[in-house]
T-cell receptor, first 113, second 117 residues
Framework: DAKTTQPPSMDCAEGRAANLPCNHS???????VYWYRQIHSQGPQYIIH???NNETNEMASLIITEDRKSSTLILPHATLRDTAVYYC??????????????FGAGTQVVVTP | GAVVSQHPSRVICKSGTSVKIECRSL??????MFWYRQFPKQSLMLMAT?????????EQGVEKDKFLINHASLTLSTLTVTSAHPEDSSFYIC?????????????FGPGTRLTVL
């Protein structure tokens, strides 16, 4: 499996952009990068995913480097409700057609007023 | 996004009893569902993969006779914790896989907090 590395914690000011980095240097060519977040005592929430190109939706933007060895999740205008643990996950690859997700420790993001 | 529900949201039971947790995909059909367990201050740990109409596949170290999984329809998977003990107390979360084209997404339920006395 490709592993991911994320900083354990980040602080962000309300109203500012939050840039969450993720390293996945051993990612395979057919593996996608997924981002989820988990607010305390809730199930994870899907944010966004991508393969090669940058992606944007109503929640966030995903920037993937050209060599695909790292990515950045951007929350454009952080709010207090964005305080959560953010998980960067590379989906288990071609040997697993069921698409299992393996969660790491993630990044605890705290948005402050 | 797609909606996944779980029932119950919280359950307290006595040691030795069995507890059933339901996971439903409300607005899409899911041939594959997943069950996770999360202990306090830890990340999610995948327990098993549930495929509609076939036996579940368990991760290493997860006892299949203790955690019974049934995926009888495209919108419902159940996890039964048999003869529960205090060490089984945890946060159980399911997800349902929504496949579209070449990529797919898992949507998660809100979780079930199990406390075994």
């Amino acid at each position: 499996d490709a592993k991911t590395t994320q900083p354990p914690s980040m602080d962000c000011a309300e109203g500012r952009a939050a840039n969450l980095p993720c390293n996945h240097s051993t990612i395979s060519g057919n593996e996608y990068v997924y981002w989820y977040r988990q607010i305390h005592s809730q199930g994870p929430q899907y944010i966004i995913h991508g393969l090669k190109n940058n992606e944007t939706n109503e929640m966030a933007s995903l920037i993937i480097t050209e060599d695909r060895k790292s990515s950045t999740l951007i929350l454009p205008h952080a709010t207090l409700r964005d305080t959560a643990v953010y998980y960067c996950i590379v989906r288990v690859g071609a040997t697993d057609s069921w698409g299992k997700l393996q969660f790491g420790a993630g990044t605890q993001v705290v948005v402050t007023p | 996004g797609a909606v996944v529900s779980q029932h119950p949201s919280r359950v307290i039971c006595k040691s030795g009893t069995s507890v059933k947790i339901e996971c439903r995909s409300l607005d899409f059909q899911a041939t594959t569902m997943f069950w996770y367990r999360q202990f306090p201050k830890q990340s999610l740990m995948l327990m098993a993969t549930s495929n509609e109409g076939s036996k579940a596949t368990y991760e290493q170290g997860v006892e299949k006779d203790k955690f019974l999984i049934n995926h009888a329809s495209l919108t419902l998977s159940t996890l039964t914790v048999t003869s529960a003990h205090p060490e089984d107390s945890s946060f159980y979360i399911c997800s349902a896989r929504w496949a579209s084209g070449v990529s797919d997404t898992q949507y998660f339920g809100p979780g079930t907090r199990l406390t075994v006395l």
